[in-house]
């Protein structure tokens, strides 16, 4: 049940107040990304993911809009991508907290469809609040905080 309930959680201060979500993120993709060779995959889109490198050399970043279809490494409509230990992820941004949320799609299964139900409204959507954004919000606050407390 452990794997079904979870994710990453970056950031989490006021915003301006010490931890920076977007840099934590980054440096988690970055490390994935020179952990898994990512460059071997893809040099153009990993440049400079390589393995002993600072890891802001590194410029991928999976938030950037996908080209087309093919784009896996980038967010798709619904904040979705595939890392480069080619497993599924989806993010959400949660700004009231200064959070971004990272979720493994086939790990944490039940956090993903918290995070996919959250982007489709607000994302694919383009929900303002005012169609129930706010009220998907809150399963995902409310897993994470339980999920962080208890483990």
Not at 51 to 69: A, K, T
Not at 82 to 94: K, V
């Amino acid at each position: 049940m452990r794997d079904w309930v979870g994710g990453k959680v970056f950031g989490g201060q006021a915003p301006g107040l010490g931890v920076d979500g977007n840099e934590q993120f980054l440096d988690w993709a970055h490390q994935l990304a020179q952990t898994n060779n990512a460059i071997a995959l893809d040099p153009v889109i990993f440049a400079d993911c390589i393995s002993g490198q600072p890891l802001d050399s590194c410029q991928w970043d999976p938030r950037v809009p996908q080209v087309d279809g093919n784009d896996q490494y980038h967010a798709d409509n619904y904040n979705e991508f595939r890392g480069p230990d080619q497993r599924r992820y989806a993010f959400a941004t949660l700004t009231d907290r200064n959070q971004i949320v990272v979720v493994d799609r086939d790990r944490n299964t039940a956090s993903y469809v918290t995070v996919r139900n959250y982007n489709q409204l607000v994302i694919a959507s383009q929900d303002d609040g005012s169609s129930g954004a706010f009220q998907l919000e809150l399963p995902i606050k409310y897993t994470l905080d339980f999920f962080d407390q208890y483990n």
